[in-house]
């Protein structure tokens, strides 16, 4: 599920090493894909999954990342070369889609909820003021209810979708560091932290999480032998017709009856 995407090693190229900035002209560091002079992203590691648009990202407190240009969830990847795979992308839209349902159901959380209370609140004063029978206080404190459940079954759905949108974002992350070492070989954690542009502690989460995703790819698949311990020893000195007795046809025949 998380083995890195089939990809060409890309050459280093004259170009390459003279590349220079489109936005200020002033040259690339050698391998970075994001200008140190202004800023200006370049090249395939920054095209957008959700805009398509080449634009760098900018630091966000629940996104990690987000696109400057339509503000959809994104990684960055300050390295030249590197194009993150369609597992990548993907992970990233459906870090986006769960931004949008984690927006909308918080809205309307909120919303209902503050109305809910206000309609208890108003409940409340009057069945303080009209004094009316039991049966038709506890029918307007039913009504004024619905707004709050209601309300509050929105802000659960909200807090599911910003559990499916981090850990989108953390599959997009891993899978980012699969792609950029299908082309550079395994990275040390310090490396790690530059081209992805996280901090130590992000970095050290996404490269847990790689390790557990390769050795769920890479373990050997179980239960292939589960079988073999119970089957009986064959006989070492048995004499020919008893072997013949135990020949794979005579065993099948027995166990399908
Ligand atoms: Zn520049
Ligand atoms: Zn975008």
Redesign the pocket.
Known sequence: MLEPAAMAPVARTELDLAATCRNCGQALAAGRAICQNCGAAHGAANR?P??D?V?DVERHAALGFR?L????P?IALDIQGVEPSVRTNEALRSAGREQTQHVMFSAAGFALVGMGTLAVLVATLAVLATSPGALLAVAAFAASAVPLVTGAFALSRAAKARKNRGDAILRARVSALGDVQAVTGVLPAPRVTEVLRLSTEAAELVLAEASIASYLNEGPAPRVRVEEPDRAPEPVEAPPNEATAHSPVAQRGKTES
């Open positions: 957008c959700h805009c648009a634009a696109c240009v339509c503000g959809g994104r």
